[in-house]
């Protein structure tokens, strides 16, 4: 079974900007797609964003449009997060996922396979 590992959370000022990584812990089998989900305390895990395989179709939620851009380097086994204009709303633990299924990309947590430990995001005002 592949793993997943995120990394690049931390603590920044509202405005600002953080790159996610998550890295494959080996070239997966298939062509999956790829996704990040956020998990704010008290709150239900909610979908941020989403690519295919070959990095041409993402999809995102409303409330990172315009601001977050998923991208993945295959050669890696990597998908990246990049963040900018960071609000404290966007505070949570970032968690990427791995759906074994070529197509649709999918914004259900339910479709994911595999996921990784999450990695704290956190925004300060």
């Known amino acids: 079974q592949v793993q997943l590992e995120e990394s690049g959370g931390g603590l920044v000022q509202a405005g600002g900007s953080l790159r996610l990584s998550c890295a494959a812990s080996r070239r997966t089998i298939g062509s999956p797609t790829m996704g990040w989900f956020r998990q704010a305390p008290g709150k239900e895990q909610e979908f941020v964003a989403a690519?295919?395989?070959?990095?041409?179709?993402?999809v995102y939620a409303d409330s990172v449009k315009g601001r977050f851009t998923i991208s993945r380097d295959n050669a890696k086994n990597t998908i990246y997060l990049q963040m900018n204009s960071l609000k404290p709303e966007d505070t949570a633990v970032y968690y990427c996922?791995?759906?074994?299924?070529?197509?649709?990309?999918?914004?259900?947590?339910?479709?994911?396979?595999?996921w990784g430990q999450g990695t704290q995001v956190t925004v300060s005002s």
């Open positions: 690519v295919d395989y070959n990095g041409d179709s993402t």
């Open positions: 996922g791995l759906d074994y299924r070529r197509w649709p990309l999918s914004t259900q947590s339910g479709e994911y396979d595999v």
